[in-house]
């Protein structure tokens, strides 16, 4: 109740600071946000710890609620690495987050510890942006960018489902664009191009394949 109080209090003050004194007060408020946002990862973190500390101690503690804490900081920060990134900057911070997880778990955490983090890495800041990545991966495949795809490749074969998520994009694609030359009426009128589109294509993918996939 009082948490709900604050709240309208500090919308109040900021409508009025917007109807009378202050016409840049979007700088503030972005300002205030990204401090309140930083506060709360802050205490996230602590918390954690604090959690994990009193288990050590023999205490009983609330795993649900340990699980649900550590989605919200994966949940706030891919959506805040997406907004600002490219498909391949965030796979990459996100392997870096990875690597920095699987790190703690060696340096203080039960190993068996390490496939649950990954799997929770991987719903947070990979499935639940896929619509991004996946846009960013055709993007790659259609600018022939086979380094990019390289490193895609072999950052997605570390997961569980990472290469099924390769090729489910890949296929789609593929699909999409046998559609397109098959329903363009100016390829059916002249079959030797069409012929000639279907087989540039075919050695696009096969060279996607070889270069970037490891002829996976």
Known sequence: ??????????????????RTYIPSHEICLNSWTNNIICYIETRLQVT???????????????RGLMRDIIKIFYRGESQQLIECCDCLEYLKKTEK?????????????????EV???????????????NCIVSGLV??????KYNDLAWIYNF???????????QDVMTSHIRVTGKQLVINPEQVKDPLEFVQRLSEEKHKHDKIISLAFNND
């Open 1 to 18: 109740m009082e948490h709900k109080k604050a709240l309208q209090m500090i919308r109040d003050i900021f409508m009025y600071m917007d």
């Open 48 to 62: 954690l710890f604090e959690i994990v500390q009193k288990e050590r101690n023999g205490e009983v503690i609330n």
């Open 97 to 113: 987050c990875l690597d920095e997880e699987i790190d703690r778990v060696a340096q203080y955490l039960d190993a068996k510890s």
């Open 116 to 130: 649950k983090i990954i799997d929770l890495v991987e719903k947070e800041m990979i499935e639940s942006q896929m």
């Open 139 to 144: 993007n790659m495949i259609t600018e022939d």
């Open 156 to 166: 997605f074969r570390r997961l569980p489902n990472g290469l099924k998520m390769i």
